[in-house]
């Protein structure tokens, strides 16, 4: 276990930080450097290749060999190419050279990677580039460059591109529009966002019999155990002591490459647990989130656990979620989003927040598409994640405000309340100016938005692009219509565009419970949206706002639009289809192995109690025998028509949102259906007649 006096030493001890590289390049290398991260400025390929050489001799001291472009490709997965610093020399020998081209600039295989129709298998070649924001970092003897990925065309591949074009775009608005407000000094303004990361942890052994998490991450069959997650006492409980250390090995290494992780705890279900990290800049937070995940799978595997990173890897109970806490900064330190201790009077704020009331209500769908997938759409809706209905929960303090604004009234606020606990011993504390409502899917929580829809195994890259995008525009809209007025008139028609865009976007403000019925008839009345998969969402992503949107932004082309929308319904068809299949092969083989073992073993037990006892009813072993044979037909009716709905599907490939609507419509309903009488004939046999271990094992393994 790392010392506590050690960790701040070895923090960032194989990252090539900022630090790092103050200390080791030439000044004016340095500033240039320092520059294009600070200012989003191009690099010189002269600077490049003295960071090259710098940042060769910095990985080689610690211990690499090898240098990678890491990148992330539209797979959801991080992709790695790994060359050695090695250069072989006539005389046999070899010196270890890196150049600036080498750092700059890489060539995997385009073909090969998920293009949307993009880039044809013949044509192969695409390009990575390197992020300078994003520092370069040492894992298993490579150095890792963070790097963007694009095709020949130059064409974006990645999630980073277009994450790293909508940080610019929203910074560039803000710019403006601070510059019109008075607020001096500001060259760039950074969005920032820490990732909650929700997970489970079961015995590897276990893990490796259960052909459904090998293959697709989640539990496709299995019963319920007699005790879930009702008594409510896993969450915040004690850490078991193996676990525990786990989570201080996952520490230590996150802290290794500079990944600045501070919270730790139990989670509701048995089994889960959560990780949070403090905030970083937008695109930095992103890479760290997806080494997080890779991280957390590899320290599991030494302690002989399993990390299931599924949004709902078990049934019956809650599913994982990456809560995405934002906010806006600039350069100077003013966080945009913190109301002050006069919301009522800081106009920067109120912009600030009705823009981003106005986008979230304008671009819902956009919103709602970016957490979509086959995994989180079992998990949206459930009584531990919000609804599929976008709304936003500001509390009563800041309703006030709005109200205040909407009205043309003057705001008058209670300031900080002080809450006695009634014990003298017990000291006052300051009442935050709003409660936390955990059924809201966008929630303001004191100086940040936290978006809570985001699954636990996808890149945040997706909710950020579209939230960013969407803020920058109408930024741009509230730009555009106060730009011409000066002076004194200046906050006057800034109180009326801002009372006008509130009245037309306040449907979206919602504070009460999301879960009840209640509230989803009152968003209908609203005209509020409850797109429910994956499939319901899709049109929206290539509409025509949605095209306007982010092509007027530079964000993606039409092409690249185009491109991800074909992508992504690919990629949920193929889930689901695995899904099926797996769900096939498990019913067919290892269940019904059980069935028939057990029934043949009970029959067996009927015979030799009735010879022994002539006359015996065998009550209870005819009722047991009875109810597994009633759900084997069952299985068998329902394992023939999952069949015949799956080839059905396979066929639709020409035809991608059919396809995937057919998916989720036909073929999830027919996995539903089997899992019925499986789950029923699972509970009635004995777990040594199973060749898989069932959620009690699972659940409650851990030591």
């Known amino acids: ?41 191009h690099l010189e390929l002269d600077v490049a290749n003295c960071v090259a050489a710098v940042m060769k001799e910095w990985a080689i001291e610690n211990g690499a060999t090898h240098f990678t472009h890491w990148f992330q490709p539209m797979t959801g997965l991080t992709a790695e190419k790994h060359d050695s610093f090695i250069s072989p020399q006539g005389d046999g020998t070899v010196i270890m050279e890196f150049s600036g081209k080498e750092l700059v600039k890489g060539e995997p295989d385009a073909s090969s990677f998920p293009s949307g129709g993009l880039r044809a298998t013949f044509e192969a070649r695409g390009y990575t580039a390197w992020d300078p924001s994003s520092p370069a970092f040492i894992k298993d003897g490579s150095l890792y460059i963070p790097t963007a990925f694009c095709s020949y065309g130059g064409e974006a591949l990645d999630k980073k591109t277009p994450l790293l074009r909508s940080m610019e775009a929203l910074s560039n608005e803000a710019v403006r529009i601070l510059g019109l407000l008075g607020v001096s000094g500001v060259n760039r303004v950074n969005t920032t966002i820490g990732s909650e990361q929700e997970y489970f942890l079961i015995n590897k052994d276990y893990y490796k019999q259960r052909k459904d998490l090998l293959f697709t991450g989640r539990t496709l069959i299995g019963a319920s155990p007699s005790k879930g997650q009702e008594m409510e006492d896993h969450y915040f409980g004690v850490i078991k002591p193996k676990v525990s250390m786990y989570m201080h ?91 002050g201790k006069h919301p009522g009077e800081n106009l920067p704020f109120q912009v600030f927040l009705v823009a981003v009331i106005a986008a979230v209500d304008e671009y819902a769908p956009l919103l709602r598409l970016s957490v979509a997938s086959a995994g989180n759409d079992h998990r949206l809706g459930g009584n531990e994640a919000p609804p599929a209905i976008i709304s936003i929960f500001v509390g009563d303090e800041l309703s006030e405000v709005l109200k205040a604004l909407e009205e043309g009234s003057a705001y008058e606020g209670q300031g900080k309340v002080q809450m006695g606990m009634g014990a003298k011993v017990l000291p006052h504390i300051t009442k935050d100016n709003t409660d936390r409502n955990r059924t809201s899917p966008f929630a303001f929580t004191g100086n940040k938005f936290e978006f809570r829809m985001p699954g636990s195994s996808v890149s945040v890259a997706n909710a950020n692009i579209v939230l960013n995008t969407a803020v920058a525009e109408e930024l741009s809209k509230i730009y555009e219509m106060i730009s011409g007025v000066q002076g004194e008139e200046l906050e006057k028609k800034l109180q009326e565009v801002l009372r006008e865009m509130l009245k037309a976007h306040k449907r979206v403000l919602f504070n009460g419970n999301g879960y009840t019925e209640e509230w989803v008839q009152e968003a209908e009345k609203r005209g509020l949206l409850n797109l429910k998969s994956l499939p319901d969402a899709m049109p929206y992503w290539i509409s025509e706002s949605s095209v306007k949107l982010f092509t007027k932004h530079s964000i993606f082309t039409e092409e690249e639009l185009k491109s991800r929308y074909e992508i992504l319904l690919e990629n949920y068809s193929k889930s ?79 035809r991608p949102l059919e396809q995937a609507r057919f998916y989720q419509e036909t073929v999830l309903k027919d996995m539903e259906e089997l899992r019925k009488p499986a789950d029923k004939a699972e509970a009635m046999i004995p777990e040594k007649y199973l060749s898989y271990p069932t959620y009690g094992q699972m659940l409650f393994s851990l030591r």
């Open 1 to 41: 276990m790392m010392e506590a006096a050690k960790l701040t030493e070895e923090f960032g001890c194989l990252v090539f930080s900022d630090r790092i590289m103050k200390e080791r390049l030439p000044k004016d290398i340095y500033r240039a450097v320092h520059k294009t991260i600070e200012r989003g400025t």
């Open 249 to 339: 090995d996952l520490d230590e290494e996150l802290w290794k490459l500079g990944i600045p992780v501070k919270t730790k705890h139990n989670e509701v279900a048995p089994s889960q647990h959560e990780l949070a990290p403090v905030f970083e800049t937008a695109n930095v937070a992103v890479d760290h989130n997806q080494l997080t995940m890779e991280v957390m799978k590899k320290v599991a595997d030494k302690h002989n656990y399993a990390c299931l990173l599924h949004e709902k890897p078990f049934e019956g109970i809650n599913g994982s979620g990456k809560h995405n806490n934002w906010s806006v900064c600039t350069d100077t330190g003013l966080n945009l989003l913190d109301p």
């Open 576 to 654: 689901i289809h695995i899904e099926a299949l797996t769900m096939h092969e498990m019913v067919r083989k290892d269940l019904t192995d059980g069935i028939i073992a057990y029934e043949k073993d009970l029959t067996k037990e009927v015979i030799q109690k009735k010879e022994v006892l002539p006359g015996a009813e065998c009550a209870l072993e005819t009722s047991v025998l009875k109810t597994l044979d009633s759900a084997s037909k069952e299985m068998s009716d329902a394992l023939e028509k999952l069949t015949l709905d799956t080839a059905a599907a396979e066929k639709m490939e020409d």
